[in-house]
């Protein structure tokens, strides 16, 4: 379940220690935007140490490395990868040959570790123009892309547009990754909601996110984690009606119908599989059956 | 027949101060007092020496005792708090005799019970008349409530007011009347009123503050007191209005109606008042400017003295009648004991206040604090000193998990089906040690520096000197 992301600056010891406190499904050690160059080694040794001594219990861990066209990433590579982090998250993915060039050195260095191969996965962050036309095929390049990200500040800039609250400047660059994610069998996160102090915002921001499809959001203030948690968990309403679902068709089964249907409508395959879904996250949410 | 006087030099003299007597004074001025200065001054200038000062608290302002200690003018000190610019020297040993801490209301206790008499009290006062009718409510250097002056003025042999704003008989709202008053000294000023209120307390924008806030107020939700009638008090720091403000939200929603918001007093406890959140606000201090705005302005806004606030010798206290408050702690031990005097290298930089008698009469005591401060950690085997005794705390809130005094078997079971993070307080302390590692116990010396009197008046621990 990752249905919130938090971005920690990968300088700032006093977030990196408390990264499993501040309720997020995963946190993302950030060691690119968020760190100068002159601070690029000490945010990598910050990272990895937190990573090594800090019990994250069952919040994922994320490292953002630098992007290929700097001589960090590689560097960051070999100082997270022995850390297991859940996911890489690689900026600037612009095309598949990118995700191939990082998969074949994680793969190289997975080896030298000892590791089986694909057990770190990658999360391209998607914030170019041309990483959106491409975005299926950066999906789908490598068994290792387990979900596509988009990055909406950089993505306007490319666009020379305005990144407005709005967001009719990304309308596009969404529907267009969810398509691509989802085609490749990939989950696919919104982009930070970046106003602090704008709680009506984020809740707008976080619903529309969660109506397109997007799988979670990520978060550059542990403010906003608690409203994009409940946005992307499951209602009560959807956990009973899931329950229902299942009882349907367990039913249907048991009188041999090849269908049924559920307040008066039919009972298909996609209801099943949503109803599925929300159930297993009910249960990893503790979430019961209501009255 | 007038009690006004022309200066304090006049006043020392008239009031019949003597070597080895005891002065008075309340710190409802804080950190903005010139008064203390004034006249301790002027104590020294006429020779006098072998003074013993009972204050309800010291600030860094008050650092120029040092120099009466170092001259033999001070030989005692009793305070209920003393701040780390003083408590840093008395920690290296500058006094021979120990400060003796008290808390809010073991002090106006001792004072009515006759076991700390006071030989002159000065009640620095922002608004009197020139029969001492006074107030704090009203004048440049307005600080609200005068709670903790209450005891001296009544019991003290003599009583000088003095203020910077002296007004015609009689004035209207006066908090402490003229029959307990001898003198009356108009002064150019009696504080910084920069010192004396903030503009506004901040709650915090700390993500952690914030996390720990929020345990609180689910905690208090789901505690089985947050009913009609709750009553709550908490202190200004940024974690403490933080929480505030997330009960604020609870209650709204709930549309719960508590009787009494009690305390130092903020700008976020006044919002509680007027948004219907409690009835009434007992008020034995004012911390910002809202919270003065508002004690002169609302009759639901009530000033209260120490001895009705807190002390285990009056026929009652509010401290008894209240259901929860949240304190803070420089550190607290695995029984739950908690130090709020010194700092984790043993240096004075606090006092109870009015922590060990809200702790003692709340239903449900709770102490926020972070795991760590900078690379020291907060939960300990053993605290340096005693303020609280961990039979009075009932919870600690931490970003880490929330530990529950284990007396309170109801409680824990109650937090755990709400889904809170509940942790054992050992684990809690074993989980922050991975992280800053365990820290070298700490060189102890070998002389008492302090005493700290518990709110009974017996003797709850003792602070050594740092070597």
Known sequence: MRRSMLFLPGNNPNLLINGNCLGADAVIFDLEDAVSPAEKDAARILVRNTMRYMDFGGCERIVRINSTDTPYWKLDIDAILPQKPNLILLPKTSSAQDVLEVDAYITKVEESLGMERNTVGLMPLIETAMGVENSYLIASATKRVQALFLGAEDLTADLQCKRTKESREIEYARTRLIVAARAAGVEVYDTPFTDVNDDEGILADATLAKALGFTGKASISPRHVEVINSVFSPT????????????????????????????????????????QQTLAMAQALGMERGN | MSKVVKSIKEVVALAGLKDGMTVSFHHHLRNGDFVLNMVMEEIASQGLKDINVNASSLFDVHTPLLEHIENGVVTGISADYIAAGLGRAISKGIMEKPVQFRTHGGRPSDIVQGRTPIDVAFIAAPTADTMGNCSGKYGPSACGSLGYAFADAMFAKKVVVITDNLVPYPMQDFSISEDWVDYVVPVEAIGNPKGIVSGTTQITRDPVGLVMASHAAQVIAHSGLLKDGFSFQTGAGGASLAAAKFLKDIMMEKGIQGSFGMGGITGYLVDMLQAGCFRSLLDVQCFDLKAVESIRTDPRHKEISAMQYASPTSRSAAVDSLDVVILGATEIDTDFNVNVHTDSNGFIMGGSGGHSDTAAGAKLSMIIAPMFRARLPIVTDRVTCVSTPGSDIDVLVTQGGIAVNPKNVELTQQLKAAGLPIVDIHELKEKTERITGTPRKLPKGDRVVAEVIGRNGNLQDVIYNVP
Not at chain 1, 256 to 275: C, E, F, N, S, Y
């Open chain 1, 236 to 275: 009560q309403k959807e956990v009973d009606y899931a329950y229902e679902v299942m009882e349907a068709i367990a039913l249907a089964k048991e009188q041999g119908k090849g269908a049924i249907a559920l307040h008066g409508k039919m009972i298909d395959a996609p209801i099943v599989t949503r109803a």
